[in-house]
Each structure stands twice: as C-alpha cells, then as structure tokens.
C-alpha cells in the first residue's frame, strides 16, 4: 500500500490540464452496453473507478480496451446480465449499471452497491423509479434482481434530486415504449453530458440541466466517439490547495459557472478568481479567513464532493466556519486525521465547527475515503513540516497522478511504497 510524503509550505504555480470527469466518465461506460456497436471515450482518466468499471463490462462479455488514452468498449458478444459482488463491493456506479442492463437485456441481478464508506446510500429512489418503467424488483441474499417484459415510458416524480437515480432513469427509458418525463430531476452538469452523449448515439432526451427530463423512447441507438467533460471536482480540489498554499495557479477545460459556490467561498477566503472562457485562475497570498458558512447541496448549491476540502481550507484559515453536510451523513470521517494535524473542530451530526488555527502540522494520516483524502493532502501542502498520508486507494479512485499534477506546481510530494 503506497503512502504520500509531503513537505508542506511550498507555494503553487502554473497550470492544470484537467482530467474528464469521474463522474461523467463512469455513467458513459455504464451507457456504453446500450448499443451493440463500438463505443469510444476519450481521454479517459487512469483511475482505479474506471478500472473496475471497465472489469464489470468485460465480465458481461464485452471487449473493453485502452489505447492513446481513450477506451473502446465493444458489446456485441455480452450476453450476461449479472455483476459479481466483487466489483459491486468496491463501487457505487453498477447501480446504475440497472439502467443499461434492463435496457439491453430486460434482466439484471447486482450485489448491493459500495462506494466510498460516507453513509447510508440507499438506492430507494432508484428502485422505485424503475418500476414505475415495468420493472419487477426482487431482493434476495444481498443482491436486487431486476426483470421486465418491455419497459414502458412513465411519469416519474423524485422526491429527491439523486444523481445517480436521474441517470438510471434516463439509461432505463432511452429505448423504452413511449415517452417518460421525470421530474425534480437532478441537475447537475454530469447529467447534461450524458445526455449528449445518448443524443449522439441516436436518443432523444432533453431537458437535462434543468429540474424536468424529456425522454422519448428509440428503437435503436448506434455507435459513438464522445469526450466528456472535465472534472469540476478536481478543478476545486487544486483551487482550494492553491488557496491554502498560496501563489497563482489556472485550471483549463471548464466553465467557472460549473463552480460558482465555491468560486464565491474562495473570494470570501480572501482569494483572487478570474474566470475566462473556459479558464479558472486564482490568486492567494496563503493567508486566508474562513467562510463563515458551508452548506452543501445539489447543484447548483456547494458540491458535497468539495466539503472536506473546504473544511481543510477552514481549518488552517483565520476566524472560525460551520460547514453544514446536507448529503451524506457520516461524511466528516476525514476530522479526526485532520485533528491530528492540529485542526479545532467539533462534529455534531451534520454540522461541523471550525476554528481556524492559522497553521496546521505534519501528522502520520489515514485517507478513508476519496475526497477526504483530497482534503489531507491539501492540509498537508498547507502545513508546517512532514506529513505521510497513508493508504493511497481511495484517492487512486478519483485523482489521476494526483503527485504528478501537484509536483507539477512546485509541491514537494513523494509516493512511496510501504
Ligand atoms: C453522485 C456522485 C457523488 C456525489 C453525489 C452527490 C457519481 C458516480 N457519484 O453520487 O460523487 O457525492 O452524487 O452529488 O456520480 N439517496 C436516497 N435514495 C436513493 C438515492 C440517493 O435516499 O435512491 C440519497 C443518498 O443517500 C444521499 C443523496 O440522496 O443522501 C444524494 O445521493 P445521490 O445524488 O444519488 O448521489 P450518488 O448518485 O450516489
């Protein structure tokens, strides 16, 4: 198991070529069985996410390869309709696997979904979407076992905006009979790009982005070349670790819009943003006042997958925050590592309290999650001497040469094998 050694204190300058973003990178795979024809996506990143994704396709008999950076996914010889616990146990995103597989197969049977350890994650809103497609649902020994003769467009109301349960719905009703409009759909940019890229294949969907999705059923869907777009999680992630380090750092790929909340914290923080086009630029001189209040929502709100960061940020900066986690229930699991490198906060269910201490210090730290131990690092880049971040999977999950990148800017960090 690798650990990272970071010598903190080491300003950051220059630019970050982002990576496509995880999380519209692994819908698209899940999309890719829809057609028997060849799939490709570019710029895949090497994470380990998209890894086992890929193993999950292989496993129901496509051809899945890497070459120059993008992933060819051909599905014509898949014939299985079930995914293995093995997979399932290490990522979320075979639940919507369910979408695709009901899709092409009318059947699919998965072990119950995993994912990073920060809550209950039911899959509730899922489930009852799909029946209302004509979906039967069983659950038996640990795994759902879905079946339908036909699946027949409907009217469907969230009673929450899911994610994941959005691009279910869409990846169960793109060759549905008829017409399916959901409502109080989840709006965030990952759900536009799979859109487009169902669009691209010869689906008709509209309305993504907004809180009503339009699905009219095809008969076909054909082959596609899509790039997603870039990763508006790992741009925030080497905004805020510029923020905290200080100096000037430009991200290219995306829109500012796709982050205004936390554009709006970093300026309270006392940073510089310029946005242009697609470029994001900060300026930080590393010493940097608290957000009074964080609070996470869907989006548009601020992303639950930057609450650590921010709370790292908080956390060495000068006054003191409440970052409020609205999505996930045990997603402060990341405080007590933080504690060891001197930060003050307190926990109370979903609240968090932070007084800022100004400077934190080296610590040996465990990183238990994804953006948790995005958050370590940070605060490591941030401190004053030498902290080891331990147990590097998580982190492999969603960073693509995280090091690299970040060495890139002048960190002093190492990756070494233990
Ligand atoms: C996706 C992202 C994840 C991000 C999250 C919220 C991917 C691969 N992952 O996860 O990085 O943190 O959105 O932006 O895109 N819920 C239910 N019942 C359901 C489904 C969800 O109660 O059937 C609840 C969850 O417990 C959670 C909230 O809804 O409290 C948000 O979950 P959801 O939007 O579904 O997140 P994911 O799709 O799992």
Known sequence: MDKYVIDGGRRLFGAVALQSAKNSVLPLLAASILTEKRVVIRDTPQISDVLCMAQILRELGADVRFSGGNTIIESADATSHEISSVLTGELRSPVFMLGSLLTRFHRALIAYPGGCDIGLRPIDLHLNALKQLGVGISERDGCIFCECEKLRGAEILLDFPSVGATENIMLAAVKAEGRTVLAGAAKEPEIVDLQNFLNA??????????????????????????????????????????????????????????????????????????????????????????????????????????????????????????????????????????????????????????????????????????????????????????????????????????????????????????
């Open 201 to 418: 294949m010869g689906a008709k969907v509209a309305g993504a982005g907004s809180d009503v999705i339009e699905i009219e059923g095809v008969q076909e869907l054909g082959s596609v070349t899509y790039k997603p777009m870039k990763d508006r999680i790992e741009a925030g992630t080497f905004l805020i670790a510029c923020a905290v380090c200080g100096g000037e750092v430009e991200t290219s790929g995306l829109k500012g819009e796709n982050l205004r909340l936390l554009l709006h914290k970093l300026r309270e923080n006392g940073c510089k943003i310029h946005t242009k086009n697609d470029k994001i630029r900060i300026e930080s001189s590393g010493r940097l006042r608290c957000n009074r209040r964080i609070e996470t929502m869907p989006f548009p709100g601020f992303p639950t997958d930057l609450q650590a960061q921010a709370t790292a940020l908080n956390a060495g900066a000068d006054g003191g925050a409440l970052i409020v986690e609205n999505l996930f229930e045990t997603r402060f699991k990341y405080v007590p590592e933080l504690q060891k490198m001197g930060a003050d906060i307190q926990v109370k269910g979903r609240n968090a309290f932070v007084r800022g201490v100004r400077k934190l210090h080296g610590a040996s730290v465990v990183a238990g999650d994804l953006r948790g131990g995005a958050a370590l690092v940070i605060a490591a880049l941030g401190a004053e001497g030498r902290t080891e971040v331990l147990d590097l999977s998580h982190i492999d999950r969603g960073y693509a040469d995280f090091r690299g990148k970040l060495k890139s800017l002048g960190a002093e960090i190492r990756r070494v094998r233990v």
